[in-house]
């Protein structure tokens, strides 16, 4: 699902959180986040493992999410992957293609803070 070439430029705590996703391999995705990591996910915050596994079970291996990773940029300690999603949560009102940008931070082999939000498209004038 993922272009290999992507993910080869991805730390490896970033490239596992991938590979669980796809898997819906929930005991893998939450170990992959440090004890005191925050995921804000489009614009609601879990803070900590047990409420990142609770956002987990529910939101992530619950909804079958998937990502097709798209694009990868690092910017100032900051991994920031652009993903093509999918699964089974409701769509009423997202596009028949949901993009979503992840913002990714890594320390000592965990992902520390997971920011996922909808971007629109860059206006004309930027």
Known sequence: MTDANL?????????????????????????VFAEDALVNDIRREFRGRPAIRRWIDR???????????????????????????????????LPAELFLTHYFNVAEGHLTQLIIIHNSATPAWA
């Open 7 to 31: 993910t080869a430029a991805l730390p490896a705590p970033v490239a596992e959180y991938v590979r669980a996703c796809n898997a819906f391999d929930a005991d893998a995705l939450s170990a």
């Open 59 to 93: 939101e992530i291996t619950g909804d079958k999410v998937t990502l097709d990773v798209r694009g990868v940029r690092h910017q100032h300690g900051t991994t920031i992957v652009d993903a093509l999603v999918d699964g089974e949560y409701d769509k009423t009102g």
